[in-house]
């Protein structure tokens, strides 16, 4: 059985349980009136109104693994992690692009850049120390982990994201014009 169906019999059990503790609610304030005793009545309330908050425990449950499944991460309050800062907002090259200036060999491909292209991408990329321009283009052209990068470069992990990192800050500064870049 899915959850959205426990979640809707779950529902259906706390709908029948309210309808019966207004009918007990509504028998209390008449024999209040009458002045009789209802001590048996108030049990009887008391007992679905704990039957009543278990049901809303186990709703509110299975609502958060529908949520947790749906998300993919807890749905509580986005924490840090989950945020992404300017920088994770910001692309700064278009990725078909940067794998097409990677790996020229995909002739007649939609993304195969012209030479005025690849000279724009040359240009940009001049700004780099050797070994930025080599992380960078590997990470955005080959798309490649840090951890391979830092494999194939026998660097540091740590080393190959400071390279990306100062590579990509290098291309956020110079002209925006640059087709190597995507406008937001």
């Given at each position: 059985m899915?959850?959205?169906n ?12 309210m309808?019966i503790r207004?009918k007990?609610e509504?028998l209390?304030a ?6 009789k005793?209802?001590?048996e009545?108030?049990t009887e309330?008391?007992a679905?109104?704990?039957h ?6 186990m ?19 986005r924490?840090?992690i989950?945020?992404k ?9 278009d ?7 990677a ?5 007649g491909?939609?993304t195969?850049l012209?030479?005025?292209?690849r000279?724009?991408?040359d240009?940009a990329?001049?700004?780099l ?7 960078f ?11 391979q990068?830092a ?9 190959a ?6 590579a990509?800050r290098k291309l ?12 937001s």
């Amino acid at each position: 059985m899915s959850y959205r169906n426990t979640r809707k019999i779950l529902n259906q059990c706390k709908d029948s349980a309210m309808v019966i503790r207004n009918k007990l609610e509504i028998l209390i304030a008449a024999k209040r009136k009458d002045r009789k005793n209802f001590t048996e009545i108030e049990t009887e309330l008391d007992a679905i109104n704990n039957h009543i908050s278990k049901l809303n425990s186990m709703i509110s449950d299975v609502q958060l693994a529908i949520d947790w499944l749906r998300l993919g991460h807890n749905p509580g309050p986005r924490q840090g992690i989950h945020r992404k800062s300017i920088d994770q907002l910001t692309i700064p090259v278009d990725p078909l692009r940067m794998q097409s200036y990677a790996q020229p060999a995909a002739c007649g491909s939609p993304t195969t850049l012209t030479d005025s292209e690849r000279k724009q991408i040359d240009d940009a990329l001049a700004v780099l120390s050797p070994r930025e321009k080599q992380c960078f283009t590997l990470k955005h052209g080959l798309c490649l982990s840090l951890r391979q990068i830092a494999e194939e470069l026998q660097i540091s992990r740590g080393t190959a994201q400071e390279y990306i990192e100062k590579a990509e800050r290098k291309l956020k500064e110079p002209i925006q014009v640059s087709l190597f870049q995507i406008s937001s």
